[in-house]
């Protein structure tokens, strides 16, 4: 039994900095007003526990990305319709890109945190990557379309977080609306396959 306690607490502390970094993301303004500090002491561990537990600021970010988009994740892997893998795909493409639309809508201090926050290039990261893989993937299920790779590139490019922030921070447009004009966007950019096949 007494093996097991250091994992418990690590677990336990690992919950406790995640629900810290929640509500402290939440509450401010700005992503770069939340300090490692801020976390530590929100969560009552210090910081050589968060940076054992997630390495740096970037490696917090993306565990508490990561949390909050396993629903939509485990809906894409093994869900129904729209977002599962059954699902028709032209309807799954604009499908995938409105949950990432709404995701970063509803959490647009984490996302312009984690898309700033990095080292190097935004496009360079984890999550980026994956997106990117499954929309290419579908995209390469739909006949007459050009340059699957760019194209989904161009796609994930519409619901970049600081576009998303633009947008629904600083032009005041409302969540139905972008939904609405992406679903639009994804229609055009998909009709170039139907226009091919005539």
């Not at 509500?23 to 561990?45: C, I, K, N, Q, Y």
């Not at 799954?92 to 647009?108: E, M, P, W």
């Not at 499954?134 to 699957?148: A, C, K, M, S």
């Not at 921070?169 to 096949?197: I, K, N, W």
């Amino acid at each position: 039994m007494a093996e097991r306690r250091p994992r418990k607490d690590a677990a336990r502390n690992r919950e406790a900095v995640l629900a810290a970094a929640d509500a402290l993301f939440a509450g401010r303004d700005s992503p770069e007003d939340v300090t490692m500090a801020d976390v530590a002491a929100a969560a009552g561990v210090g910081k050589g526990t968060l940076f054992r537990a997630f390495g740096d600021r970037p490696g917090l970010l993306r565990a508490l990305y990561e949390r909050r988009l396993e629903p939509v994740g485990e809906a894409v892997e093994s869900g129904p319709p729209p977002l599962g893998p059954a699902t028709e795909p032209r309807e799954r493409v604009a499908a995938l890109l409105d949950a990432v639309l709404c995701f970063k809508y509803d959490n647009r201090r984490l996302a312009l945190a984690l898309e700033d926050g990095g080292a190097g290039s935004p496009y360079g990261a984890e999550h980026y990557a994956r997106w990117h893989a499954l929309l290419r993937t579908v995209l390469e299920q739909i006949p007459g379309l050009p340059d699957r790779d760019f194209t989904a590139h161009a796609l994930l490019a519409a619901v970049r977080a600081d576009l998303v922030e633009h947008l629904a921070g600083q032009e005041g447009v409302p969540r139905e609306r972008l939904r609405r004009r992406l679903a639009e966007f994804t229609g055009r950019v998909l009709a170039v396959s139907d226009a091919g096949g005539r």
